[in-house]
């Protein structure tokens, strides 16, 4: 699509009002407007947001809905969920809303509906899961299933590993579910040491069964398996296969029964919902699994069938938009008060970062405006005594997203209010402040008055649910990957492909053979001098 977003009318617009806008502070806007807070919230698939405390008003969410409408974004959805080939780099449809379509209704790639083979593909990892779950799937000695291991990276690592961690609560606790991706033979190391190899199960997870990383951890995990029980026929019983590259599989040596297909058009970091997802549905079984697709499909409808203005992430978006283009922000915080969401913002990074890092437009030429914002985030209240000063007090301005739940899964005490109050007093004080009058009015020494003052003005958003549910995180995730997508289509970058980690793919390869064969001479013709230095070093203390 061939627009110049700076300069459109919209955007135009959109400078010149938050020109007016830097000098306006959110108490002035609750003082004027009472009904602000219910004006600006929004529920959707068992979601409460309120993004009132952000620096916007009436005159500046219309201005961003102009321009959500002057970038056709409605068109934009439809066209995502009707299978067109958006990801037009590499000529694919992007229908990760597929996977989870629980109403059947047709999508269609080439003239052929995919919703069989999505539900067949379903049909066989719910067999396999439960198989695994009840004890009937043994390994090689007849031992029973005890640790699932998955070992994948990025795409097929981040997601499931995320829900996993946030679905604990629902897990079976008689199997231990591990993840391993780094290709630092640490991580393998300190993920199995402590497991029996007749008890072990991996799924290797790799949507192109070539990644680097993921096919050494694969073949140092036969290896591990083959030192312990001691015949290649062992394999069959302890190894799983998710991919879309079936003769990549069987060159392994997985059978074909062990493998779980996906398809080109679902993208790695969008991956969680297809057979990616096998070590969450082992984990907290196929009904949770199931309840977790239906919450990212009501999102999906919610997304696909509201009016901008009421729809949740279009909303976010725009918000991000607002910070991100016109009010100069570099990065965004997503902080969740729950314990079982410590992956949450490492999995969301990889989803926003690697889809709008792009600083290439679609119609092929430099963007002239900010992109992909810097995500990051860990939980509260941990953050609360880590970085949150800066987001407080610091230069720099950091909108964030606060996540919070009404009930704890492990009700405690009183650890739940005093989590809960946390999570209310920080908004409140970053949008707030503390007045220098009311830090004098406390007997401050004249000399800290300044210190202990707080500016406010600092926005964020709470999005609250009743409890983290398999269908609240789903409808969570889908609310951020929806988010992403509106971004990416106002920025008019294409946010489903990722040829920065390809080019780090490629490189790593070609200085791994020179390790083993390389000259010093050949090296440093080879590489910029600081790079060839850097390799002979490493070279050399390796041989001691
Ligand atoms: C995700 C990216 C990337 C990918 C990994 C693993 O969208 O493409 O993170 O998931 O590089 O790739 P494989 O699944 O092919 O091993």
Avoid at 211 to 221: C, H, R, S
Avoid at 331 to 346: G, K, S, W
Avoid at 349 to 356: A, F, K, P, R, T
Avoid at 371 to 378: K, L, S
Wanted: net charge negative.
């Amino acid at each position: 699509m061939k627009i110049r977003i700076n300069q459109m009318e919209e955007w135009a617009a959109l400078v010149r009002h938050s020109e007016t806008m830097r000098s306006v502070h959110m108490r002035d806007l609750f003082g004027k407007d009472p009904q602000r807070a219910g004006r600006f919230s929004q529920e959707a698939c068992g979601l409460f947001l309120d993004y009132s405390k952000n620096r916007i008003t009436e005159e500046t969410f219309a201005l961003l809905l102009e321009l959500g409408a002057a970038v056709n974004l409605t068109e934009q959805i439809q066209a995502m969920f009707s299978g067109e080939r958006i990801n037009v780099t590499e000529n694919r449809p992007v229908l990760h809303v597929a996977l989870r379509n629980r109403s059947n209704r047709p999508v269609v790639v080439d003239g052929e509906d995919v919703m069989p083979a999505v539900n067949a593909v379903l049909e066989r990892m719910r067999a396999f899961a439960a198989a695994v779950r009840d004890g009937s799937w043994r390994g090689f000695t007849g031992k029973r299933i005890r640790n699932v291991v998955n070992i994948g990276i990025g795409g097929s690592d981040l997601g499931p590993y995320m829900a996993c961690e946030a679905l604990k609560a629902y897990s079976s606790r008689e199997l231990l579910v591990r993840f391993v991706s780094n290709v630092d033979a640490t991580h393998f190391y300190e993920q199995t040491r402590d497991l029996d190899p007749a008890e072990t199960l991996f799924i290797v997870a790799s949507k192109t069964f070539t990644t680097q990383e993921t096919m050494t951890n694969a073949q140092t995990a036969r290896s591990w398996l083959l030192d312990a029980l001691k015949d290649e026929a062992a394999v069959a019983s302890h190894f799983a296969a998710v991919s879309t590259n079936a003769e990549a599989v069987q060159a392994f040596g997985i059978n074909h029964e062990n493998m779980f297909e996906f398809w080109d058009w679902v993208g790695g970091r969008y991956s969680m919902c297809s057979a990616i997802g096998l070590p969450i549905m082992i984990s907290i079984g196929p009904d949770n699994f199931d309840s977790m697709l239906d919450g990212f499909h009501a999102m999906d409808l919610h997304f696909l069938e509201s009016p901008l203005q009421n729809n949740m992430p279009v909303i976010l978006a725009l918000l991000g938009v607002w910070y991100n283009n016109f009010m100069g922000a570099e990065t965004h915080a997503i902080l969740p008060y729950d314990q079982y969401l410590h992956r949450f913002a490492a999995h969301l990074q990889q989803v926003d970062m690697e889809s709008n890092g792009k600083s290439t437009g679609r119609d092929g030429g430099r963007t002239a405006w900010q992109t992909g914002t810097v995500i990051w985030g860990e939980p509260g209240t941990n953050g609360q005594h880590a970085f949150f000063q800066l987001m407080h007090q610091g230069t720099r301005l950091i909108p964030a997203d606060f996540i919070g739940f009404s009930r704890s899964l492990n009700a405690l005490g009183d650890h739940h209010d005093k989590l809960m109050a946390n999570f209310f007093a920080q908004t409140e004080a970053l949008a707030f402040g503390k007045l220098r009058e009311e830090v004098e009015a406390e007997g401050t020494a004249a000399e800290l008055v300044a210190h202990k003052t707080f500016a406010g003005n600092r926005p964020t958003n709470t999005i609250m649910a009743e409890e983290l549910t398999p269908y609240v995180l789903g409808a969570l995730m889908a609310l951020y990957e929806h988010k992403i997508f509106v971004q990416g289509a106002v920025w008019n970058v294409y946010s489903f492909d990722q040829w920065g980690v390809q080019l780090g793919k490629v490189l790593a390869g070609r200085i791994l053979n020179e390790f083993a064969a390389g000259e010093e001479k050949d090296i440093a013709v080879a590489h910029d001098p600081s790079t060839a230095q850097l390799i002979n070093r490493y070279r050399q203390q390796r041989r001691k």
